[in-house]
């Protein structure tokens, strides 16, 4: 491809609206362009290297024997009615109506259109298992799309769905999936951790994801450096202490603490620790009000909470509802004398707790002296709250260790959620209906491609990895009306295209110093510059990884380029 009519324009400044490094690199560079908040399109050379990481996923997928198709994005809401989705996806679905009337959304993920197709088609257990995929766009009106195509409203994602008779094979079919996605993300070059995630909100008995690590990641990961323990953060947690037994329970107490707004200042009033104070927060999960209670120091994990009641939407209660509930203004919440029967869901931690403190339900009131038992019982306990960095290893003991992640892929063991529910059964060896078993696996491929240049380049651009670089060669001429500067630039360029090496010519009448800035923000592997040896056939290589350069003859460096790696 000659640059001189290459669909492109890279730009010097780094465009306002983008965060990360990733963001601006692709804007710079000229890969994609956006047309609305969270909708992007690719420009030529953006798809190519997009397509490049669309390629490595797909010989994965067909290499583990799962087995490509197409479904359409627009999809009738009865597919998701069945299986109470069309509700539970809230304002995240985007939705639209026909001419006659009939609703349809934009598929935001495929399990029911695929628990369809495989209902229809197989009958038997002779005919199991199956892994079907596609890649295709999806659509979500995400609250904050930000990132570019890290989070947006329609990306592309590889979706795939296995279906097993049995739970050993499940577990056959998501090893399958497991291992293609170890062998994608190594082929794409990425630097990542698979970690343990929660699979309450969808149902299913296990999942993991994929996390590419990155300083912007959106996702905060759990991981013990002395065992493989590795999960995010709203699976990960830690042993809590054993509940307190056998101790004296003192009398409880009703302390003034006026103008008593954070627990700094309440830890500071009452000359104690966080440690020894249980917070109460209120919650509106689903238009239910609910009380959650961890330990001073810790903070709750919405997704777990969420979890427990297989939350759609929710928030912190509002103000209202806090001041009925509880009996006076915000901050005295507390589990002990509400006004109305809530759940009160506390975090395991806090029954290790003795003689604490907690709101009083009462405006510039707490209570001391709080014992779980005497004073109040939870209606549930459950771990409701964020690990930190040196809290306990759940498996070793050692100390946990935190850092961010973006997550690229998910894998995950359904059971029969769907299967039940769209009622895919088939026929085992006996004649007996069984419901089928599934997992489901999926690859962002916008935010992986994003990953990639997020771990892949400097202050000059970006630096492909072979696999995905759009171009693998770029073949600049310094004097473009120099006869045989020339000739032997196109050359080169003739050869390595006859040889299949994607290349590019910079044949443009540019100074070689814009030509270089631009060959480095484009991030092409291998920059072969033909200048004032031309008449020796002697070329400057330069390695954009390494930096390396080195003087060769033009042969060599179409060896250079055809040889990489
Ligand atoms: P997240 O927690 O980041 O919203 P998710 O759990 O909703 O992700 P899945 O439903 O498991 O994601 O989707 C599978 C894959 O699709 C993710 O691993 C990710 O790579 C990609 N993906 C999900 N949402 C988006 C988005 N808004 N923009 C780009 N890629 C996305
Ligand atoms: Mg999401």
Redesign the pocket.
């Known amino acids: 491809m000659r640059v001189s009519k290459l669909f492109m324009a890279t730009q010097r400044e780094i465009p306002s609206d983008a965060e990360i490094p990733s963001h601006q690199l692709m804007l710079r560079a000229g890969l994609m362009r956006k047309v609305a908040s969270?909708i992007y399109s690719f420009m030529p050379m953006g798809y190519k290297a997009f397509r490049n990481v669309e390629k490595v996923i797909r010989e994965e997928m067909d290499k583990a024997g799962a087995q490509e198709l197409i479904m359409p994005a627009v999809l009738p809401a009865e597919v998701y009615q069945a299986s109470g989705r069309w509700e539970k996806f809230g304002p995240e679905m985007f939705r639209l109506l026909d001419r006659g009337g009939r609703q349809f959304c934009l598929g935001p993920?495929h399990e029911e259109p695929f628990t369809e197709a495989v209902r229809d088609t197989i009958r038997s257990y002779k005919q199991l298992p199956v892994t079907l995929y596609q890649i295709q766009h999806?659509y979500?009106d995400?609250k904050r799309?930000r990132f570019g195509?890290?989070?947006?409203?329609e990306?592309v994602?590889k979706?795939a769905y296995s279906f097993d008779a049995d739970e050993a094979g499940l577990d056959a079919s998501y090893d399958a999936m497991y291992k293609a996605y170890c062998n994608t993300f190594d082929r794409l070059g990425l630097d990542y951790i698979i970690v343990d995630a929660d699979s309450g909100a969808m149902g299913g008995s296990g999942s993991q994801?994929f996390m590419v690590k990155s300083i912007v990641g959106?996702?905060a990961i759990c991981y013990c450096s002395s065992c493989n323990y590795a999960a995010n953060e709203e699976k990960a947690y830690t042993n809590p202490p054993a509940p307190a037994t056998d101790y004296e329970m003192l009398p409880v107490e009703k302390i003034h603490t006026p103008n008593v707004k954070t627990i700094e200042e309440l830890m500071a009033y009452m000359n104690t620790e966080p440690t020894s104070f249980a917070k109460t927060i209120l919650y509106n999960i689903d238009g239910k009000i609910v009380a959650c209670m961890v330990r001073g120091d810790r903070e709750i994990n919405e997704t777990k909470l969420g979890n427990l009641y297989d939350a759609t939407e929710m928030s912190l209660a509002a103000f209202d509802d806090v001041e009925r509930i509880t009996g006076a203004k915000v901050g005295f919440a507390g589990p002990v004398d509400l006004k109305e029967k809530i759940d009160v869901v506390v975090d395991p931690e806090v029954l290790a707790m003795t003689n604490f403190v907690v709101g009083a339900n009462e405006s510039d009131y707490h209570f001391k002296n709080i014992n779980v038992g005497r004073d109040f019982e939870p209606t549930i306990v459950k771990d409701v709250k964020n690990v930190v960095e040196g809290d306990a290893c759940p498996k070793c003991g050692k100390p946990l260790s935190m850092c961010r992640g973006v997550?690229?892929?998910?894998i995950?063991k359904l059971g029969t959620k769907y299967s039940k529910a769209l009622n895919c059964v088939f026929l085992d060896k006996d004649g007996k209906e069984n419901p089928m078993i599934m997992g489901c696996y999926?690859?962002?491929v916008?935010?992986?491609l994003a990953a990639v240049i997020e771990q892949y380049n400097d202050e000059d651009g970006i630096k492909w990895p072979v696999s995905v670089a759009p171009y693998k060669a770029i073949v600049i001429p310094t004097k473009v009306n120099d006869e045989e500067n020339m000739a032997l630039a196109e050359e080169i360029y003739t050869k390595l295209q006859e040889a299949g090496i994607e290349v590019l010519i910079d044949d443009r009448n540019e100074r070689p110093g814009v030509k270089f800035k631009d060959s480095d923000l484009i991030g092409i592997p291998v920059r072969i510059t033909v200048g004032r040896r031309a008449s020796e056939r002697v070329v400057e290589v330069k390695m954009r990884a390494t930096g390396e350069v080195s003087e060769i003859t033009a042969e060599e460096a179409i060896k250079v380029a055809i040889d990489l790696k």
């Open positions: 969270g993920t999806k979500r995400e799309p195509v890290m989070r947006s409203r990306f994602m979706d994801e959106e996702d997550e690229v892929g998910h995950f999926g690859i962002g916008g935010r992986t």
